[in-house]
């Protein structure tokens, strides 16, 4: 099927959604496409087609003048009428009067003159003013196609709100709300004795949850074990929880935040027992952690991207040092005897110990991977900047970069034609001072972690047939699966984008997906497309089990909303890391 579209030959069954978007940066701003072949609807009267029968000059004006203009000798040329109307139209030349007429035939050929002449000058008032009209015409631009599909209802949008990712969060919060209200209530003794092993138990799930390679590995199992054969439920359940995995990181964070709490709470209350520096590396502990965690708040971690990293990081390396000391006092610290006890036999034998020792061998771990790596930057617009590393990767693969080795990581999806490739790509949007930095002030080195971290794409190997949907510069996290598997469907929607992303990107697509197995849409060319009719032919022609956006989160929320009524399966991008 060659689905190639232009504006002189476009199918009416593929028509499309007003979800395109030029670029991230358009969609933020609001800009819409223009119609390269818009055409100014309108046409000047034609010196072949008569006048109305309004217009004096018209022979089917009225009898009189009919008469009156067929009276006239028509023989002597009168000068044509202008249709400037910023000129004055010359008078008709007089009208030769035959020497043999009578004196009634020439005061008649006068008033047919005098006639002739009214005629003229309203013609030519009539014309001035059609003309006048013509040129105040406004010409308006095509305006994008309307969105097909019934729109979303209150339901649908509070599922997609309440999705899995507040699911997970919802229920850790929940079990240990319980468990904390319980041993507060003297009802769970076990929580009371051991509360630092239910601190630094949600700490340490935290932690794993963002760690690259743990979620590697999780990723790896669940692709081997269910790839294609389970029902197709429990496929799409995966995919949801291994993509909503933060959930669990913010609910265990928050939840052992809570325990430490309540853990200084208890040293307080009871502090007559306590050491006083016991109780002050707790507090410690606290301030930090309570800081770590307000820092990643998404209305924070979103529009204020350097302060939630600095904030997060190193007041949670601050905390994850307090936590170190606030462990070993207190388990040095004899409450019956009121002495230091330094010898370390018990501490060994302490869960507490181990939750300490594995969330810091996961913080530290994927530091180890951080190179200063060679980087080519390929600049084809002042919107985009395309990144070049060497050694190809797996689909579905996310990596970090930064012009420093510890501060302002950003995250891009990786192009790769596969793992024996000998490159892999970023596609990187200006939208901030990072990205703009990259296009204004190419780099010849970045920072980044070789060990990558999977995004939802890397579960694209569970599905029999897929669709792989991406506006802009989405298309750096969607392009990776359609050229390594080719059960999957790309559709593109952008403005110009060979243009805007470069010579690179439209190679490694007319090479490596065929044009049965692509939609490139410019909205340069072609209005905004109907994406959700677009999608669902598409869905339907290539029966495919599940589809995969990537878009700006206007265009993010119109594509889930629209899949989610129409019964789609459908996971779209998140803004959680």
Same mark, same amino acid.
């Given at each position: 099927?060659?689905?190639?579209?232009?504006? =002189?030959?476009?199918?009416?069954?593929?028509?499309? !959604?007003?979800?395109?978007?030029?670029?991230?940066?358009?969609?933020?701003?609001?800009?819409?496409?223009?119609?390269?072949?818009?055409?100014?609807?309108?046409? *000047?009267?034609?010196?072949?087609?008569?006048?109305?029968?309004?217009?004096?000059? &018209?022979?089917?004006?009225? =009898?009189?003048?009919?008469?009156?203009?067929?009276?006239?000798?028509?023989?002597?040329?009168?000068?044509?009428?202008?249709?400037?109307?910023?000129? #004055?139209?010359?008078?008709?030349?007089?009208?030769?009067?035959?020497?043999?007429?009578? @004196?009634?035939?020439?005061?008649?050929?006068?008033?047919?003159?005098?006639?002739?002449?009214?005629?003229?000058?309203?013609?030519?008032?009539?014309?001035?003013?059609?003309?006048?009209?013509?040129?105040?015409? #406004?010409?308006?631009?095509?305006?994008?196609?309307?969105?097909?599909?019934?729109?979303?209802?209150?339901?649908?949008?509070?599922?997609?709100?309440?999705?899995?990712?507040?699911?997970?969060?919802?229920?850790?919060?929940?079990?240990?709300?319980?468990?904390?209200?319980?041993?507060?209530?003297?009802?769970?003794? *076990?929580?009371?004795?051991?509360?630092?092993?239910?601190?630094?138990?949600?700490?340490?799930?935290?932690?794993?949850?963002?760690?690259?390679?743990?979620?590697?590995?999780?990723?790896?199992?669940?692709?081997?074990?269910?790839?294609?054969?389970?029902?197709?439920?429990?496929?799409?359940?995966?995919?949801?929880?291994?993509?909503?995995?933060?959930?669990?990181?913010?609910?265990?964070?928050?939840?052992?935040?809570?325990?430490?709490?309540?853990?200084?709470?208890?040293?307080?209350?009871?502090?007559?027992?306590?050491?006083?520096?016991?109780?002050?590396?707790?507090?410690?502990?606290?301030? =930090?952690?309570?800081?770590?965690?307000?820092?990643?708040?998404? %209305?924070?971690?979103?529009?204020?991207?350097?302060?939630?990293?600095?904030?997060?990081?190193?007041?949670?390396?601050?905390?994850?040092?307090?936590? %170190?000391?606030?462990?070993?006092?207190?388990?040095? *610290?004899?409450?019956?005897?009121?002495?230091?006890?330094?010898?370390?036999?018990?501490?060994?034998?302490?869960?507490?110990?181990?939750?300490?020792?594995?969330?810091?061998?996961?913080?530290?771990?994927?530091?180890?991977?951080?190179?200063?790596?060679?980087?080519?930057?390929?600049?084809?617009?002042?919107?985009?900047?395309?990144?070049?590393?060497?050694?190809?990767?797996?689909?579905?693969?996310?990596?970090?970069?930064?012009?420093? &080795?510890?501060?302002? *990581?950003?995250?891009?999806?990786?192009?790769?034609?596969?793992?024996?490739?000998? $490159?892999? $790509?970023?596609?990187?949007?200006?939208?901030?001072?990072?990205?703009?930095?990259?296009?204004? /002030? !190419?780099?010849?080195?970045?920072?980044?972690?070789?060990?990558?971290?999977?995004?939802? @794409?890397?579960? @694209?190997?569970? $599905?029999?047939? +897929?669709?792989?949907?991406?506006?802009?510069?989405?298309?750096?996290?969607?392009? &990776?699966?359609?050229?390594?598997?080719?059960?999957?469907?790309?559709? %593109?929607?952008? &403005?110009? /984008?060979?243009?805007?992303? +470069?010579?690179?990107?439209?190679?490694?697509?007319?090479?490596?997906?065929?044009?049965?197995?692509?939609?490139?849409?410019?909205?340069?060319?072609?209005?905004? !497309?109907?994406?959700?009719?677009?999608?669902?032919?598409? $869905?339907?022609?290539?029966?495919?089990?599940?589809?995969?956006?990537?878009?700006?989160?206007?265009?993010?929320?119109?594509?889930?909303?629209?899949?989610?009524?129409?019964?789609?399966?459908?996971?779209?991008?998140?803004?959680?890391?």
């Amino acid at each position: 099927m060659d689905v190639d579209f232009h504006p =002189a030959a476009r199918s009416s069954a593929m028509a499309p !959604p007003n979800v395109h978007f030029d670029s991230a940066n358009d969609i933020e701003k609001g800009n819409g496409p223009v119609d390269s072949y818009a055409r100014r609807d309108f046409a *000047y009267p034609s010196p072949s087609t008569p006048f109305p029968s309004n217009d004096p000059l &018209s022979p089917n004006f009225g =009898a009189t003048a009919h008469n009156n203009i067929s009276a006239l000798n028509l023989n002597t040329p009168i000068p044509p009428l202008s249709l400037d109307s910023t000129k #004055e139209t010359p008078a008709p030349e007089p009208l030769p009067t035959p020497d043999s007429a009578s @004196s009634e035939d020439v005061k008649e050929k006068k008033v047919d003159e005098a006639q002739a002449v009214v005629l003229a000058t309203l013609a030519n008032e009539e014309i001035k003013k059609a003309t006048a009209e013509v040129k105040h015409v #406004e010409v308006k631009q095509p305006t994008a196609t309307p969105q097909s599909g019934p729109q979303a209802t209150k339901w649908v949008k509070f599922l997609l709100f309440f999705n899995t990712y507040r699911k997970l969060f919802t229920l850790v919060v929940i079990l240990n709300g319980v468990g904390l209200l319980m041993a507060a209530l003297d009802k769970f003794p *076990y929580a009371r004795k051991n509360n630092g092993a239910f601190i630094l138990g949600n700490l340490l799930m935290a932690v794993m949850m963002r760690n690259e390679l743990f979620l590697r590995g999780v990723f790896w199992v669940v692709n081997k074990a269910l790839a294609k054969w389970p029902p197709l439920i429990i496929r799409l359940g995966a995919t949801s929880v291994l993509q909503h995995l933060g959930g669990v990181h913010s609910g265990c964070a928050v939840s052992g935040l809570a325990w430490l709490i309540y853990r200084v709470v208890t040293l307080c209350m009871h502090a007559a027992i306590n050491h006083k520096a016991v109780i002050a590396t707790g507090i410690v502990t606290n301030v =930090a952690i309570i800081i770590s965690v307000i820092s990643a708040f998404p %209305w924070i971690r979103n529009t204020h991207h350097n302060i939630f990293e600095r904030h997060h990081r190193f007041i949670g390396w601050l905390g994850l040092l307090a936590t %170190w000391v606030f462990v070993l006092l207190g388990n040095a *610290y004899d409450i019956e005897r009121g002495v230091w006890d330094w010898s370390g036999h018990e501490l060994i034998q302490l869960q507490d110990f181990y939750f300490v020792l594995g969330m810091t061998i996961f913080i530290i771990l994927p530091w180890t991977f951080t190179r200063k790596v060679k980087v080519d930057v390929e600049i084809p617009s002042n919107k985009v900047a395309v990144l070049r590393f060497e050694r190809g990767m797996q689909q579905g693969l996310l990596g970090r970069i930064s012009r420093t &080795s510890i501060m302002e *990581y950003h995250a891009f999806g990786i192009i790769s034609e596969g793992k024996d490739a000998k $490159y892999h $790509y970023m596609v990187c949007g200006v939208q901030g001072d990072f990205t703009r930095g990259l296009v204004e /002030n !190419p780099p010849t080195h970045l920072w980044t972690r070789e060990l990558k971290f999977a995004g939802v @794409s890397n579960t @694209s190997t569970l $599905y029999k047939r +897929g669709i792989r949907i991406a506006t802009g510069t989405g298309i750096g996290a969607a392009l &990776s699966t359609c050229l390594q598997n080719k059960n999957w469907f790309l559709i %593109w929607i952008g &403005s110009d /984008n060979e243009k805007t992303f +470069g010579k690179t990107i439209a190679n490694m697509i007319e090479n490596g997906i065929e044009p049965e197995r692509r939609i490139l849409w410019d909205t340069k060319k072609l209005k905004r !497309p109907d994406t959700m009719k677009l999608l669902k032919d598409t $869905y339907d022609m290539w029966g495919a089990e599940v589809v995969f956006i990537t878009s700006n989160l206007q265009g993010n929320t119109q594509m889930m909303e629209g899949c989610k009524m129409l019964g789609i399966p459908a996971f779209g991008t998140l803004w959680d890391f």
